[in-house]
């Protein structure tokens, strides 16, 4: 569920409150009862962190020597 920022065109409180898409937006300001909310553009706290989240997480892990030198087919049968 997003988390939205309200302003209060009357007392000019800034408060966020958590509700759900289909939720109605909010129309009475929580510090003066008054209606006049407007709902705020902001930027979002949504951040993906952690391992599976890039591309170069799935690929496997390759050293150096394994990058240097390519893999062969050739059975040496002595």
């Known amino acids: 569920m997003p988390i939205y920022e309200y302003k ?8 966020e409150h958590f509700q759900k898409i289909t939720d109605k937006d ?3 300001c929580i510090s003066c009862k008054k209606v006049g909310l407007k709902k705020l553009i902001s930027s979002s706290g949504f951040r993906l962190k952690g391992s599976g989240w890039y591309e ?3 690929k ?3 050293t150096k020597e394994d990058k240097a030198t390519p893999k062969s087919n050739i059975v040496n049968k002595s």
């Open 8 to 15: 209060c065109d009357e007392c000019g409180s800034i408060f």
């Open 26 to 28: 909010l129309d009475s």
């Open 56 to 58: 170069t997480d799935f």
């Open 60 to 62: 496997g892990k390759k």
